[in-house]
């Protein structure tokens, strides 16, 4: 059982709210991963937290946060404002790389749903230096063609072999990027992998992209 090193409550400035969020950090962590919560989640939702367990127990740290204040998530317009989320994220990633116990390390960015379109719009930033980005359940498309075909950071995205729309939508925002990638259909699976075993499978392949590129993080 890996120990934890950290385990703080934090609120990260951004814009003009801060962003409420739960850093862990396992002692010698291989690497960090920033969750960004999909429309109508929060940093409490048990599939993510779920996720984050299973990759303290490889060795990395997690910082599950709330890209969203109560208020603002209330509003259906807000929850799918791509650009505000990707800014939010953004701010977060800017304030762990100048924390003491995060600075050093590699980063990597998990995201669901709508989270997952923030996350590479963040990681198609000139400079950020992503080693990896995971999507859940994601909808990459919204992250827009232009930003995809920007992101260098090695991307997995896992989707529900009965989530036939959204398994679509993985495949057409695929085309656009231009690092290395993988999608994988998780069979049986619905848009929230409640079915037995499919969550488990999504923290498995989750860990094993991270622990890879952490080890040898992309250029």
């Known amino acids: 059982m890996t120990t934890s090193k950290l385990e703080q409550l934090v609120h990260i400035p951004a814009d003009d709210v801060h ?20 429309s109508g989640s929060s940093r409490h939702s048990p599939r993510n937290n779920y996720v984050a367990r299973i990759l ?26 791509i650009p505000l989320l ?24 998990f995201g669901a749903s709508t989270g997952a379109a923030a996350a590479l719009q963040a990681a198609a930033q000139p400079g950020g230096k992503i080693a990896a980005v995971v999507s859940r359940g994601g909808r990459p498309d919204l992250a827009g063609t232009d930003a995809l075909s920007r992101v260098t950071a090695p991307t997995l995205l896992l989707v529900g072999g009965f989530d036939d729309v959204v398994i679509e ?19 049986g699976a619905t848009h929230l992998f409640e079915e037995p075993g499919t969550l488990e499978e999504v923290a498995r392949q989750a860990a094993a992209w991270f622990g890879h590129y952490f080890k040898s993080p992309a250029s």
């Open 19 to 38: 962003i409420e969020g739960m850093l862990e950090l396992p002692e010698h962590a291989a690497g960090i991963v920033l969750f960004a919560h999909g």
């Open 56 to 81: 303290r127990e490889a060795g990395m740290g997690t910082l599950l946060m709330d890209l969203l204040t109560r208020e603002e998530d209330s509003d259906y317009q807000t929850r799918f404002d």
């Open 86 to 109: 990707t800014r939010r994220l953004l701010a977060a990633t800017a304030w762990v790389k100048n924390h003491a116990d995060c600075r050093s390390l590699p980063l990597g960015y």
């Open 169 to 187: 939508l993985n495949r057409r925002a695929a085309a656009h990027l231009q690092c290395h990638q993988e999608l994988i259909i998780i069979p």
